[in-house]
């Protein structure tokens, strides 16, 4: 890994994560877009199609479609595989809906945080990210 870059996003629902980064600037519907048996992106359109999120940190705009998502999103967590946490320019309440279920259920959840859209643009597939409770993002730059 490369030089290390900090910034500080917004915790929605905190906790320390760490994981490799998986990015789009392409919204996210957990409904019809993940499986949440694999983890694995199954939104065809989606440029993250066929990539798996299980245990990295997935990096979107914001959540997209049904409300449904928050049990898709529930039903990786109680599978593990979930990713370790997910980052959003934008608050989304479904997103955050099924992580707050799944730390009541299950005691598990993936970290939720937002960042602007340019910190957003900071954040590269393939790259480390370490988040520490308060929201400090350290990014560990994959060497090219």
Known sequence: MGRLTSIQATPILPGAAEGEILA???PL???GGFDPDTGDIIDRRHPLAGQNARGRVLVIPAGRGSCSGSGVLLEAIRNGTAPAAILTSHVDPIIGL???LGDELYAAYPVIAT???A???LLQTGDWLSIADDGRLTISRRES
């Open 115 to 117: 960042v602007t859209d």
């Open 119 to 121: 910190e957003r643009d």
């Open 98 to 100: 099924g992580a707050i």
């Open 24 to 26: 789009s600037d392409v």
């Open 29 to 31: 519907s957990f409904w």
